[in-house]
């Protein structure tokens, strides 16, 4: 059984900065690819940021410069670290794990956060 729990959510003022995080369960980590997704309220759920499971990244033009992405194999953790946070970047915020032979994928329950003064 695979399982994808997220903390790290919240509520922060524009400007501020979040982390988030999701740790695995299982022995799928090191052979998964990681992404961070979110869905705002009335809108599509959309990739965040990515990272494989040999380091490569990639984010969304929105978040560029802004967010970074990393993992901790040693740990079965991803991390998102959020800077320079807008109140655009509200959302429910899901780690994902996709297995890179059989491209099953996994989600963890979601996280809010909400930028707001």
């Known amino acids: 059984q695979v399982q994808l729990v997220e903390s790290g959510g919240g509520l922060v003022q524009p400007g501020g900065s979040l982390r988030l995080s999701c740790a695995a369960s299982?022995?799928?980590?090191?052979?998964?690819?990681m992404g961070w997704y979110r869905q705002a309220p009335g809108k599509q759920r959309e990739l965040v940021a990515r990272?494989?499971?040999?380091?490569?990244?990639n984010y969304a033009d929105s978040v560029k410069g802004r967010f970074t992405i990393s993992r901790n194999n040693a740990k079965n953790t991803v991390y998102l670290q959020m800077n320079s946070l807008k109140p655009e970047d509200t959302a429910v915020y899901y780690c994902?794990?996709?297995?890179?032979?059989?491209?099953?994928?996994?989600w963890g329950q979601g996280s809010q956060v909400t930028v707001s003064s």
């Open positions: 994902n794990a996709e297995h890179v032979w059989t491209k099953k994928q996994y």
């Open positions: 990272i494989t499971s040999g380091g490569s990244t």
């Open positions: 299982g022995s799928i980590f090191r052979r998964s690819a």
